[in-house]
């Protein structure tokens, strides 16, 4: 079935720790997004990419990194996390040139303690 | 004061009832609007895309964009049980910003039998 996969489902992690996020998409659309979701703000864009090479900052970018080395893979990393990553993260795609239509993921549920 | 705002509910309604969602926003470059409905520990999915102004239908759901009120609307006819879900308004510029959406915080809509 065609979509993103994202893993891990659900982690807990100690505080300092590494972490990456993996996405993966089999549409072969070109822009992928990193978001977070926190009760009460919504869904916070991390980073982006609009093409393979290429990525860019959003909204809440500090802490986070990304690479995008092919079409399909969009890894996130927390490089020493900290309890105010504690979040839902969402990897999403968009299916064309010319539209804000996102795919999303089922969410990587992250605490850090 | 956040870009986009939306009554967070939670909003619980019988069957069959018309449920009325909406958004307010501030920054007057959004052209395009969206409304993803999320279940439960479940990615959000796309409901409505909308672009400027006017209304749009499909089935049971209709909604509203009202540009020169900065305000956005989603109505569910004849609300259903499988209806509840959190709601959540997206916008965004267009252009270099297709993607990079704004949520509303979202609300939680409990539709009982």
């Known amino acids: 079935i065609a979509g993103i996969t994202q893993a891990p489902t659900s982690q807990i992690l100690a505080a300092g720790r590494r972490m990456t996020l993996r996405c993966t998409q089999d549409?072969?659309?070109?822009?992928m997004y990193w978001y977070r979701q926190d009760l009460g703000l919504g869904l916070r864009l991390i980073h982006y990419s609009n093409t393979a090479g290429t990525t860019g900052k959003g909204e809440v970018p500090d802490g986070y990194s990304v690479s995008r080395a092919n079409t399909d893979d969009f890894p996130l990393t927390l490089a020493s996390a900290v309890p105010s990553q504690t979040s839902v993260y969402f990897c999403?795609?968009?299916?064309?040139?010319?539209?804000?239509?996102?795919?999303f993921g089922e969410g990587s549920r992250l605490t850090v303690l | 004061q956040k870009e986009v705002e939306q009554d967070p509910g939670p909003l619980s309604v019988p069957e069959g009832a018309i449920v009325s969602l909406n958004c307010t926003y501030s920054?007057?470059?959004?052209?395009?609007f969206m409304w993803y409905r999320q279940y439960s520990r479940k990615g959000p999915e796309l409901l409505m895309y909308t672009y400027s102004s006017g209304n749009k239908e499909d089935g049971r759901f209709t909604a509203q964009v009202d540009k020169s009120s900065k305000y956005i609307s989603l109505f569910i006819r004849d609300s259903q049980p499988s209806d509840s879900a959190t709601y959540l308004c997206a916008m965004s510029a267009g252009g270099t910003s297709y993607g990079k959406l704004t949520f509303g915080q979202g609300t939680i809509l409990t539709v009982h039998p």
């Open positions: 920054n007057s470059a959004f052209q395009y």
């Open positions: 549409m072969r659309h070109n822009a």
């Open positions: 999403a795609s968009r299916r064309s040139e010319n539209t804000g239509e996102l795919f």
